[in-house]
């Protein structure tokens, strides 16, 4: 079965310090990626999503991740994060061959000021 | 509407009651889907509709689940004889089709007592 790891539960950061939040799937075929987020209070939204081409995608806010085949990762970054990045973190993945997404458990990021 | 509005936005009842949540996703989005996600975990799939083909339930947790879509538009989930463990956040999310990034409402938090 499809399933996706996020490695981290609970991150903890000053500003402008650099995030890397990691995200593996399993599964063999084709896949969609999105990383999503929900800040306090708010709806889940797209922060960046990869369907094909250069694998490194970049989204709203100064995110950006990369897609590594190889690994089977999606992991997101940012080279120095803010306050108002306070958030939970959501990967999700898509075969191809199905329209279900299968979601990480989430990271929730806190940014010290 | 402007984005997917879910109605209530929070919802207590008793143990044993039935209840209804509403979804009205964005117009022109053929594809809806139905979403739990319980304190701490991802979000775990329930239902999902795609235009006029039958909906894929292999989400739902139990018999006392079950969720329509009127007209291509507006879906309804019902929960019949609430138990404490149906507690958690109900998301809705639409979008152009299976596969494509998901739009997601506010959701309905769901309290069982």
């Known amino acids: 079965a499809q399933s996706v790891s996020q490695h981290n539960h609970h991150v903890i950061l000053s500003e402008a310090a650099s995030l890397e939040l990691g995200c593996n799937y399993s599964y063999g075929g084709t896949v969609n990626l999105f990383w999503y987020v929900q800040y306090p209070g708010q709806h889940l939204q797209l922060l960046l999503k990869?369907?094909?081409?250069d694998p490194l995608v970049k989204g709203i806010k100064g995110f950006e991740a990369e897609f590594i085949k190889s690994k089977f990762s999606f992991n997101l970054r940012k080279p120095s994060v803010q306050w108002s990045d306070t958030a939970e973190y959501f990967c999700a993945v898509n075969a191809r061959s199905n329209y279900q997404l299968i979601w990480g458990a989430g990271t929730k990021l806190i940014i010290k000021p | 509407g402007a984005g997917v509005s879910q109605s209530p936005s929070n919802k207590v009842t008793e143990k044993g009651k039935d209840v209804e949540l509403r979804c009205d996703p964005i117009s022109g989005h053929t594809a809806l889907y139905w979403y739990r996600q319980s304190l701490g975990q991802g979000l775990e799939f329930l239902i999902y509709f795609q235009g006029n083909s039958a909906p894929d339930k292999s989400g739902l947790p139990s018999d006392r689940f079950s969720a329509e879509r009127t007209g291509g538009s507006v879906s309804t989930l019902t929960i019949q004889r609430t138990q404490q463990e149906d507690s958690a956040v109900y998301l809705c999310a639409s979008s152009f089709g299976g596969g494509t990034e998901a739009f997601f409402g506010q959701g309905t938090r769901l309290t069982v007592v």
């Open positions: 990869y369907f094909s081409g």
